[in-house]
């Protein structure tokens, strides 16, 4: 998806992990997407260099969907659609 794509997006929960070092974003990503229903999409907000490789190869393994980062000022919005 395109950056404008993403930032476009209905997002049905946004996780605020910005405040937490690796593992935090993960875990919290972990513990809200079970919070959603399937094909809803989850936002992940981390100021975390580590997560914008965690997440993406996470969501795979589990069988949800990574649709893309978009970096902002100092953090970065991931998002995921639950599987």
């Not at 404008?4 to 996780?15: F, I, P, R």
């Not at 910005?18 to 809803?40: F, H």
Request: charged residues 30%; proline residues 4%; neutral net charge.
């Amino acid at each position: 998806m395109t950056q404008d794509e993403l930032q476009a997006l209905t997002v049905n929960k946004s996780v605020d992990a910005r405040g937490t070092a690796c593992p935090g974003p993960l875990l919290e990503a972990k513990k809200a997407i079970g919070t959603i229903g399937s094909g809803e999409i989850m936002e992940v907000l981390s100021a975390d260099e580590g997560t914008k490789r965690d997440i993406p190869k996470w969501a795979n393994k589990k069988g949800h969907e990574y649709l893309g980062t978009v970096e902002e000022s100092g953090f970065f919005k991931i998002y995921l659609k639950k599987g």
